[in-house]
């Protein structure tokens, strides 16, 4: 049996309201599945997903906002106890920013190489 072309059909008719898709449409479950995959290959371990955990109560969130700001507090007391740190970094960043190496990772190793040397 021949079809149409969806120029040929009828208004209103299916083929000439939705477009054809080129690649099979994924399902919820295998875009959880994809988003599992990548949680683990990003992190290197499993990680469950968010919706598969069970809604925090008003208690554990406030318990984990509190230790965020508790952590956040150390962090911010640690570096202000090394003031050099936001000096070496925004240097570093410069100097990228300024060179645009090919591997900035590797540019900025040996930029800290440098400096290890320099201060020896």
Request: overall charge positive; charged content about 25%; aromatic content about 4%.
């Amino acid at each position: 049996k021949e079809s149409l072309p969806a120029s040929q059909h009828p208004p209103g008719h299916a083929s000439r309201l939705a477009p054809r898709r080129s690649k099979p449409h994924r399902t919820a479950a295998a875009s959880t599945r994809v988003g599992a995959i990548l949680s683990r290959s990003a992190h290197g371990l499993a990680v469950r997903m968010a919706d598969s955990q069970p809604p925090l109560s008003f208690e554990q969130v406030n318990q984990l906002k509190a230790k965020r700001a508790d952590v956040e507090d150390g962090l911010r007391a640690w570096v202000g106890a090394h003031p050099e740190l936001r000096r070496m970094m925004s240097d570093l960043v410069a100097a990228v920013l300024r060179d645009k190496p090919e591997d900035p990772v590797a540019f900025a190793k040996e930029w800290v190489a440098a400096l290890d040397t320099a201060e020896a």
